[in-house]
């Protein structure tokens, strides 16, 4: 396994935690930066990373982005600082990560901002119309 350094990865690790979630029957460490606004005036923006990167794409960019809004960042199961057990990862695997994040958090409803694979991670989390009850983009 190749390991990961950047200059910045200490402080980008010393703002978040890992949090436990229960996905496949399995539970799993995910690394969650979760930012407070310095105002609520909207739902939490859910930030999903793509392949192969991980939240830290978003480092120099999450304050402005929680200017005005929660922010929650993630790296998802087998990527960045969360926990890389040795088997698949699968889209539905990953949507269902996700989604425990945020039950975890107490997070209903949302905006999205995906990237990559995470397009497809977020659309799985939750299918149907983008107009469903809980449900913004």
Known sequence: MTEWTHPELERWASRGTMIEVNARATTHRVFV?????????????VVIHGFPTSSFDFA???????RNRRVVVMDLLG??????????????????????????????????????????VGESCWPGPSTAPGRSR
């Open 79 to 120: 990527f960045g600082l969360s926990a890389k057990p040795d088997q698949r990862y699968s889209i539905e695997l990953q949507a269902d990560v996700v989604a425990g994040v945020l039950a975890r958090l107490g997070i209903e409803r949302f905006a999205l901002l995906t990237h990559d694979m995470g397009d497809t």
């Open 33 to 45: 930066v979760d930012v407070p606004g310095d105002e609520a005036t909207t739902e939490p923006l």
């Open 60 to 66: 120099h960019v999450v304050d402005e982005l929680s």
